[in-house]
């Protein structure tokens, strides 16, 4: 059977004002709007086209999302789901693990450490070097990590995926 290579793109959300009602009521800053932008044309640039796309339910995830696909011109409907809001890296893992495996790649827009430490763990040590260094580095705000996954998403394991670039949206 022959393997299928998809891509998986995690991204932090972008920056967000310091406080709110509730944190989950937080709203992007104008710098975080600028930045999510350019983050959605250098994924466009890379030919990304997103089949599903995860999303938090929280105003920072949405409004990050927004910009996003504005950035790339893409006109994808997000699922939003407030499981991953809080989310700790075993459950975002299983919510990407429930992926039609029709879908060749997913975008997935989350809130640190959680984004970090699933970026981390799918990890497996043979991506782009520069790459790896870079995202060794941190996961700030607006940073975008981007995976092949070779098999299917019901499988995706720790170490079972290959960064292939990493980028911080800077606008």
């Known amino acids: 059977m022959q393997s299928t290579t998809r891509v998986l793109v995690i991204m932090r959300h972008a920056k967000a004002e310091p406080s709110a009602a509730s944190d989950h009521e937080r709203v992007l800053t104008d710098r975080g709007a600028s930045d ?41 409907e997000a699922e939003y789901d407030a499981s991953l809001y809080a989310a700790g890296p075993d ?32 990890d497996d040590g043979d991506g782009d070097a520069e790459a790896v260094a ?7 705000t607006s ?7 070779d098999g299917a998403w019901a499988d995706l394991e720790m170490g079972g995926a290959r960064l292939t670039a990493f980028h911080v949206g800077r606008g």
């Open 36 to 76: 999510a932008d350019e983050a959605g044309a250098w994924l466009s640039a890379t030919g990304t086209v997103p089949g599903r796309v995860l999303v938090s339910d929280a105003a920072r995830t949405r409004g990050t999302w927004a910009a996003l696909a504005g950035g790339a011109g893409w006109d994808v």
């Open 91 to 122: 459950t975002a893992l299983d919510l990407l693990r429930e992926t039609d495996e029709a879908v060749g790649t997913l975008v997935v827009v989350g809130h640190n450490p959680t984004m970090a430490y699933v970026a981390q763990m799918l």
């Open 134 to 140: 870079a995202m060794n580095e941190g996961f700030p």
């Open 143 to 149: 940073a975008v990590a981007v995976f092949a996954v």
